[in-house]
């Protein structure tokens, strides 16, 4: 067996393992590294996983127009149901029509500054038209 | 056609017959038509299961008594489980079987006529006849192991023992199982790393130590029924998910059937 100078097992020279004993041994040898890091240092890497372990799979935060949240927000409260809920619930047919190519993204796109993505998308334009779109089916 | 595995380590209090008891009961309630065969003289199996001790295994095994299987079979009060029961009069079976001829293929012979799917084999903390018995007939060997020098020397006295019969067995090391595990203490880190580093893949998601199990044992029920949450079922969480346990075991067991 190897042993690192503080008289531990290196980790790094495992077969290969069942998937949960790698995970268990995993975990192991973090509490170990962090047990060597200063109590700042340390509460502050429990506190990170505690928020990592409390986050959901399928949570995602999204940055919404402000006049759309609070319309949003509106309805949730008018329908008494969880925002979230309501989202999901509006979310699938415009998903569909999008998978399907019933519309499409195309006239929307606009440069991105930013490395990780190609694009932008004009949610004004998309705002505006869907507005104009209600007020020519009303009349 | 049934799969027999025993489960078998030299040491004592490693939980062989935890394992045996929950891996059994866990087959059962998923449907498996189980027999727990009880090899060890301190008759622990009808123990947690809460029936009385009784002269099953020796009056299947004994050449003057030779009961037919169907005969010393006792229900375990769990839908699809039943079981052998053993108590000290194993050991007066021991000796009578020490001189007879080809002993060592008794229990194979005898569970020929099983109409069970899974057999399991909870076999005594010493390197006795029953033991040799029990890797004969065994398909698979299932090592549970405290994580602890003493212990895990045990699963190499289990292996060498296996190897030494490797003539007049087909059976095979099926898994070894780390049980009593502690994730926070460095002592069983470091044997499970030793165990993984010699076994690699045999080595099965650890059992969590848990005071369930003994509490479980005094109350003469499984852990399925006694403490569906416990943690020694359930294993450790970890994030979303959940790791170790004899609810993973149990999955791994079932690839093997």
Redesign the interface.
Known sequence: ?NRNTKG??S?E??????P??????G??KR??DEARLPRTERSRKKKERER??KR??NRINLDLPVDLKKRLEHLAKKEGVPISQLVAFLLYEPVNQLESQAISLWGYKTASGCPKFECNLDLKRRADEVAHHDVARKS | MHTTMAILNQKGGVGKTTTAVTLGSGLARNGYRVLLIDLDTQGNVADSLGLPHSDDLRRLLSPDLHFPLEQVITSSGIDHLDVIRSDKSTTALKQTLAGMTLREYILADVLESSAHDVILLDCAPSADLLHFAALVAADYLLIPTRLDKLAVNGVRDALQTLAALQRITRCQVAGILPTFYERVTLESHEQLIHLAQTFGKLVLPPIPQDTQCRVATRYGKTLWDYAPNAKALNGYEQGNRRVGGYLQVLERVKEWL
């Open positions: 067996m531990l097992t980790f020279e495992l077969p290969v393992v069942d949960a004993v790698e995970s268990l041994l975990q192991g509490r170990q990592a372990e959901k799979p």
